[in-house]
C-alpha cells in the first residue's frame, strides 16, 4: 500500500499579493479547478493501491486544509499540525512515524502541496516504477527530465543504474545532488543527459526513512519523536508538542538524508512539473494568447506581449507592457518585470517588517465558520460583511471595547442576545451591546450573509472573549 503524505506547510511568499502567510499558494486555485492541495490529492486517483492521506500544515491553516480535503476525498488518515515551521525532514519524519504506527508495512509517498503535474498517468507511471524499488528499501526521489538550463532549480545526477546496482529497470543510484547552478553550468547539465532536476517528490518505507535519518540527523529522529509522543488530539487534528518541535533542528530531506544515505535512487519523471516557485513560473504553465499573455480575471490589453495579468476586484488594464507582472488584489497591486520575480519577497518581508496586515491577510480573512471581509472602517467604527457556512456556528463571546449591529442581507439567522434567542430574516436586525454575550449560528440550508457594524473605542480582533467554542480556539 502506498500512504500519500502531502506537506502543506509553505507560505508561498513570491506569489504575493495572492499568496498570503494566512492563506498561502497551496490553498488558492491557482492552476487549476482545484486549489493546488486539492489537485494534488486528485490525482492520487491515477494510482492503485492508494491509502488514506496524511497531511502535514502550518496550524494556522487547519480548519482551510481541513475542508478542503473534505472536498476531495473521504479517505484523510491524519493532519499533523505544526507549531512552528523547520523545514521537510523534521516534518515527513513526525508523518513517518505516524504511518509506521497504522501502516508498518506501507510505502510513504510524499508530495509538496504546491506543485503542477500536466500529466498525471505519467506520473503514476513513475510512482508505480520507484515503488518496486522502495519496497527493497530504497530512498527514491522523482528527478524531472529538464527541458531548458533551469538556474532556480538543484539538481541531481544519475549514477549508471548497471554499476553494482540491484535497483528495478527504470530505477538510477543517485551518485550525488548539487546545488542551483549558473548558466553554463546549467548547460552542461541538460547536455549531459545525466543530471535531472530535483523534485522534492519522495517515496520510501517509513521505517527506511527513520532508521536513515536516526543515523544521519539524529537530533531531528529525537526532537521529532518527542514532539509527536506529546502531541494532543485537537478535534480532527494531532497537534505537535511546541517545545519538543521549536528545539527540532530545521532542515531538508535533502540535507538530512539524502545526500548522505547510501540508498538515495533516482526516478526520471517527464510529466509537465512545475513547482511554481513564482509568477513567471505559473506564466509558464498557463495557457496564452497570440502575444504571449496570460490573462485572468476582469482583464483589457493594449500592445501587451509576454506578460501575466491577473486581476480579482476590478477591471485591470495595461498598456505597451512586454515581460511584465501585474497582480490586482482588493487591498493591493503587484507591479513586476518579469525576469525579476523571484525579488518579491523583499516585498513581503518589508511588509513584515513595517508590521502591515497584507503580508499576512486578505481582507476577506476566512474561518472555521466561514469568511469575514472588511468593507469599510476609520476611528471609532468599522464595516464588516460576515458570510456563516451552512449549520455552522461562531463562538460564545463577549468584547470589552466594542458594539455590534448586525443586519441579515441573505439566509437566516438564529442568534444568542445576552439572555434572548432570536432568529432573524433578511432585512432584519439586531444590536449587541457592549460587554453583552452574544453568538451567531446559520441554521439554514444556505450561506447567511449579514453586515456587521462595530461601533468602540477598540476595534481589534483580540478584543474577543471566547466561552464556548466549537472548533477549539
Known sequence: MIIPVILSGG????????????????????????TMLQETVSRLAAMIDIGPVFCVCNEEHRFLVAEQLRQVTDSVGGIIL????????????????????????AVMLVLPADH??????????????????????ALVTFGVVPDAPETGYGYIRAADAGTGSNLPDGVMPVAEFVE????????????????????????????????????????IFEASGAALEQAATDLDFLR??????????????????????????????????????????LWGVESRDDDGNVRKGDVLVQNVTGSYIHSTSRLVAAVGLDDCVVVETSDAVLVASKDRVQDVKAIVQELKERGRPEALTHQRVYRPWGSYETIDMADRYQVKRIVVNPGATLSLQMHF?????????????????????????????????????????????????????????YLGEDDIVRYDDKYGR
Not at 507549531?83 to 508498518?104: C, E, H, L, S
Not at 539524502?258 to 516557485?277: F, I
Open 11 to 34: 507560505s508561498g511568499t513570491r506569489l504575493w499579493p495572492l499568496s498570503r502567510a494566512m492563506y498561502p499558494k497551496q490553498l488558492l486555485p491557482l492552476a487549476g479547478k482545484g
Open 82 to 105: 505544526e507549531p512552528v515551521g523547520r523545514n521537510t525532514a523534521p516534518a515527513v519524519a513526525v508523518a513517518a512515524m505516524q504511518v509506521r504506527k497504522q501502516f508498518p508495512d
Open 116 to 137: 503542477v503535474i500536466r500529466d498525471v498517468d505519467a506520473f503514476a507511471a513513475a510512482v508505480a516504477v520507484g515503488t518496486a524499488a522502495a519496497e527493497q528499501g
Open 180 to 219: 542551483k547552478p549558473d548558466r553554463e553550468t546549467a548547460e552542461g547539465y541538460v547536455a549531459s543527459g545525466n543530471y535531472f532536476w530535483n523534485s522534492g517528490m519522495f517515496l520510501f518505507r517509513a521505517d527506511r526513512y527513520l532508521e536513515e535519518l536516526e543515523i544521519h540527523a539524529p537530533a
Open 240 to 281: 505537535l508538542e511546541r517545545g519538543s518541535f521549536e528545539a527540532c533542528p530545521s532542515d531538508s530531506i535533502d540535507y538530512a538524508v539524502m545526500e548522505r544515505t547510501s540508498r538515495a535512487a533516482v526516478v526520471p519523471l517527464d510529466a509537465g512539473w512545475n513547482d511554481v516557485g513564482a509568477w513567471s513560473a
Open 401 to 457: 471595547h466594542r458594539a455590534e449591529h448586525w443586519v441579515v442581507v441573505k439566509g437566516t439567522a438564529l442568534i444568542r442576545n445576552g439572555e434572548k434567542e432570536i432568529t432573524l430574516s433578511e432585512d432584519q436586525s439586531t444590536y449587541i451591546s457592549l460587554g453583552t454575550l452574544h453568538r451567531l449560528e446559520n441554521p439554514g440550508k444556505i450561506p447567511l450573509e449579514l453586515i456587521e457594524v462595530q461601533t468602540g473605542s
